[in-house]
């Protein structure tokens, strides 16, 4: 079970945390990734963490405003979004795949309901 929190609206250039509570002993077997979803656009990869917690992907999109990071004593992953821009407003969900790494989509097996970031202008 997946389950983010930490989504909301804040304007262009600020941050925000998400968090992403996983089940215990769920960073052993899953490589842990982020996504997010516009508004009439497709789900897309943003950021994960390889299975082993020693690799980390970043979408160009996002590369040196994002970081990926995980709590292996509070079995939670969090995506620290720095520099917000308009541009990365979504729905941005967790997800887990049983792959080492990877940032395809259909590789993901489980998935959290998603927590709204809007950035304003």
């Known amino acids: 079970q997946l389950v983010e929190s930490g989504g909301g609206l804040v304007q262009a250039g600020g941050s925000l945390r998400l968090s992403c509570a996983a089940s215990?002993?769920?960073?052993?077997?899953?490589?842990m990734g982020w996504f997010r979803q516009a508004p009439g656009k497709e789900r897309e990869f943003v950021a994960a963490?390889?299975?082993?917690?020693?690799?980390?992907y970043y979408a160009d999109s996002v590369k040196d405003r994002f970081t990926i990071s995980r709590d292996s004593a509070k079995n939670t992953v969090y995506l620290q979004m720095n520099s917000l821009k308009p541009e990365d407003t979504a729905v941005y969900y967790c997800?887990?795949?049983?792959?080492?790494?990877?940032?395809?989509?259909?590789?993901?097996?489980?998935w959290g309901q998603g927590t709204q970031v809007t950035v304003s202008s």
């Open positions: 215990e002993g769920s960073f052993r077997r899953y490589a």
């Open positions: 963490f390889s299975r082993s917690g020693g690799n980390t």
């Open positions: 997800a887990a795949s049983s792959l080492t790494l990877s940032t395809r989509i259909n590789e993901y097996d489980y």
